[in-house]
């Protein structure tokens, strides 16, 4: 019985972590990519989230199997991103102050608009795949999934940024915009794919978790204050730092919500966030860098 409680415990915190990490991830990868490969700081990504569990939930109602009606959802919001980045976004390249205004008026514009369109609430769905049980505790299968796709999206990025052309040229573009666009790289074009990947990336995130929560025009904001903590503390690189912010807050609000519940989780997820800006500006991606570089110097 001691062994099975163990067992039982030490599984809890695993899945509390699994499921912190996931949405962690799932929530900062859109606007990740966007800040680290433009430097557009997208207030309106939790209304982009927002949007994709709309279309998500719409697509499924209509009839249309889960796994395609997230496709749908994803590609939806994508179109969406093209279409604001055409009429607002491009206006906004290395205006970093500028992007936080617009995209705020364009986030209170989708949530009021989606209010006035669809009302306060919209009829969800059923979690997908039931529960399983350990030790008495019942967990949701679907969760274990979100986990699953959280890490095959993180290897679907890295192959796209490092073994694809539109990689390298967003990477050149990232490091160095002027000696890019000498190259023959149209750099405009790298931006507006990108903010398109990211806005497909927020309504890919909005479809998975439109099952597992109230849809509404204030869907989003459960997302937005996580995904900009993820993002600060991860910095600039969308890869690494992403990977390894999500990681290291995972852990912090899994074992928080655990000992002291959910509420403290959060608090605690911000408090270390806090003090890891306060310590290493830059984040992650800075701090690996300076290890890099360090270790370079040594060896030289």
Known sequence: MVIINFISKIFNILYQFLDSFSFLILAAIGLAIIFGMMGVINLAHGEFIMLGAYITTLSSLAGVPIPLAILVGSIGVGIYGFIVDKLIIRHLYGRPLDSVVATWGISLIMSQGMLIIMGPSL??????????????????????????????????????????????????????????????????????????????????????????????????????????????VGGGNPLIGTVMSGATLGVVHSILSYVFGTFIGRVGLLIGAILFIRLWPTGFSGLIDRMVLKVRRTDG
């Open 123 to 232: 009829q969800g769905l059923s979690t997908p795949l039931g529960s399983f049980s350990v030790g008495g505790i019942n967990y949701s299968t679907y969760r274990l999934i979100l986990a699953i796709t959280a890490c095959l999206l993180l290897v679907l990025l890295y192959w796209i940024f490092m073994h694809t052309r539109f990689g390298l040229h967003s990477r050149a573009t990232m490091q160095n915009e002027e000696i890019a666009r000498s190259l023959g790289v149209n750099t405009n074009r790298m931006y507006t794919l990108t903010f398109v990947l990211g806005s497909m990336f927020a309504g890919l995130t909005g479809g998975l978790f439109s099952f597992t929560m109230t849809i509404g025009p204030t869907f989003g904001a459960g997302f937005l204050m996580e995904s900009f903590v993820t993002v600060l």
